[in-house]
């Protein structure tokens, strides 16, 4: 255990330290929708699109090579502002980094937030997949080709519609990939998936061709939870949900229904509604419990969507 005199000594040391600031450049094509500079109050939708990893390096006459900027340097006009980065040879796409572009383009732009949209192709699949996954509150709707997800984190997705695509003939990315991802979220009826039956790796061009496509992105907007009357009896949720990996405590304190969820350290949280038998909670909301009747006008169980998801069987 350190000394007082090591403690004063440290403290002296760190308020030496000199402030300094990391920043990383990132190369990005950017599209422009005709009217943009026209109309100063409009806000236009956003597309994203992550290219694969063939397109790495320091020119960005590279991404023009595939998918949407391919599109408009042949002169396609798009309905979106287009922005396409770059990464430098041997980098991977990071959802970090790409949720900080995006992030970025929505404060210096005229970005309508609601109608933010992700793409990408092969390793740019691999790439939308995993940002969606770790920032799905950004997206309104998200269409990875030839990529691969984490079908233990779809849930994560269960508000951000998805059209997969994939080559049934693919060699580098097993179509198996896109198989598990749809199965894993088709429990939740925001997924489309198409296959092309004899398609290889390149399941992108007929796909960006497609202006169903575009179309499908336009009719979403990012989900929000709606604020629900606080329901009837309340008490009819309380009692202890659990499976052999999580567990939660559902209770009344003063009218105000609560939940406790051990992977949470059983911390206090109030319910919000949400809809019908479901509530948010967590500190901004990003939580999500609902609970399952039973068909005996009482409930057996719940969904829990915290730092993953859980199926919890009430106990007696």
């Known amino acids: 255990m350190p000394s007082r005199g090591n403690l004063r000594i440290m403290s002296r040391a760190a308020a030496k330290q000199a402030k300094k600031s990391f920043s990383k450049e990132m190369r990005y094509l950017l599209y422009l929708p005709d009217g943009y500079k026209q109309d100063s109050r409009k ?46 040879i041997g980098e991977w796409w990071s959802p970090d980094m790409v949720a900080w572009l995006t992030k970025e383009l929505i404060g210096a732009l005229r970005v309508d937030p609601e109608r933010v949209y992700l793409t990408g192709l092969s390793m740019g699949g691999y790439g939308t997949w995993e940002t969606a996954a770790k920032y799905p509150e950004l997206f309104a709707a ?38 598990d991802m749809n199965e894993a979220l088709k429990q939740y009826g925001n997924v489309k998936y198409t296959v092309y039956p004899e398609a290889d790796h390149d399941s992108w061009t007929e796909t960006y061709l497609n202006e169903e ?47 406790a969820v051990e992977t949470s350290g059983n911390k206090e949280l109030p ?46």
């Open 43 to 88: 806000r236009w939708p956003l597309l994203v699109f992550l290219h694969g990893a063939r397109e790495r390096g320091d020119d960005l006459e590279l991404v023009k090579i595939h998918g949407p900027p391919k599109l408009v340097e042949a002169g396609k006009k798009m309905p979106f502002i287009v922005v396409s980065p770059q990464l430098t």
């Open 142 to 179: 998200v269409a990875p080709i030839c990529g691969r997800g984490d079908p233990s984190m779809a849930w994560r997705l269960r508000h951000t519609p998805t059209w997969i695509f994939h080559g049934a003939k693919d060699p580098v990315v097993p179509i198996k990939n896109s198989d």
């Open 213 to 259: 496509l575009y179309r499908w992105f336009l009719s979403h907007k990012r989900f929000k939870y709606t604020d629900a009357t606080a329901p009837e009896s309340p008490e009819r949720f309380i009692g202890r949900y659990a499976s052999k990996e999580n567990s939660a405590e559902v209770y009344l304190k003063e009218g105000q229904l609560n939940i």
């Open 271 to 316: 319910l919000k509604p949400c809809g019908a038998d479901a509530f948010t909670f967590g500190d901004f909301g990003t939580y999500e419990v609902v609970f399952v009747p039973d068909g005996k006008g009482g409930y057996g169980a719940a969904n829990v969507y915290e730092r993953r998801a859980a199926f919890l069987k009430r106990k007696k």
